[in-house]
């Protein structure tokens, strides 16, 4: 089973909302990953969690905030969005294990819009 | 930056097999080509990834040459499920994790 879930499928925030993005895998997977893809542009990395500690930031603006309350959570909280950062978000998670491939599984998305 | 080249689009008819090409000239001894493909509007799928040697699974067969300047996706028999966006992605792999850094990949179109 490689499944990752994501919801909501979609999202329609103004921009003073707040809301969250959840990603959940049940693989035993220690890292986990928030990826942004643009419309008609490949999906960038925003955010990697390795063992429940934020290992990379990849200096994403603050209004997105990330969380990984436990190993099999993943959570996006955002606020004060622009239009702009409508977008698909991915997650995805890996084994990381270390000694071995790292294969990357992602979820569907959810595409979020910002009015 | 992405560290492959790849043609921007390509069409296969129906049943016949899909050559996809990618260009990584600049790899180093550590690092693993990886595939993935994305229908559209969902998330990357795993398609395969090699080092060295050929590779095969049940999705797909990775050709890489030997001076592993390049390599070459085949889809046996593309139907028109396989119509996608294909990233060929090089990464060093030693079990940690990473970030896998996608380029413009190859829109593939099966047509019937």
């Known amino acids: 089973d490689t499944e990752v879930t994501q919801t909501p499928k979609h999202l329609v925030m103004g921009m003073t909302n707040k809301k969250s993005l959840k990603c959940e895998q049940h693989?035993?997977?220690?890292?986990m990953y928030w990826y942004k893809q643009k419309a008609k542009k490949p999906p960038e990395l925003m955010f990697v969690y390795s063992y429940e500690k934020l290992s990379i930031n990849e200096s994403v603006p603050s209004r997105f905030s990330p969380e990984c309350p436990n190993s099999s959570l993943l959570n996006l909280h955002l606020h004060a969005l622009q239009p702009e950062d409508s977008a698909l978000y991915l997650c995805?998670?890996?084994?990381?294990?270390?000694?071995?491939?790292?294969?990357?599984?992602f979820g569907p998305g959810t595409r979020l819009t910002v009015l | 930056d992405a560290k492959t080249t790849q043609p921007p689009s390509m069409d296969c008819a129906e049943g016949r097999a899909a050559n996809l090409p990618c260009n990584h000239s600049t790899i180093s001894g550590n690092e693993y080509v990886y595939w993935y493909r994305q229908i559209h509007s969902q998330g990357p799928q795993y398609i395969i990834h090699?080092?060295?040697n050929n590779e095969t699974n049940e999705m797909a067969s990775l050709i890489i040459t030997e001076d592993r300047k390049s390599s070459t996706l085949i889809l046996p028999h593309a139907t028109l499920r396989d119509t996608a966006v294909y990233y060929c992605i090089v990464r060093e792999d030693s079990g940690n994790t990473g970030k896998l850094i996608f380029g413009q990949g190859t829109t593939l179109q099966v047509k019937p």
């Open positions: 693989m035993g997977h220690r890292a």
């Open positions: 995805a998670s890996s084994r990381a294990r270390g000694g071995s491939v790292d294969t990357q599984y």
């Open positions: 090699g080092l060295k």
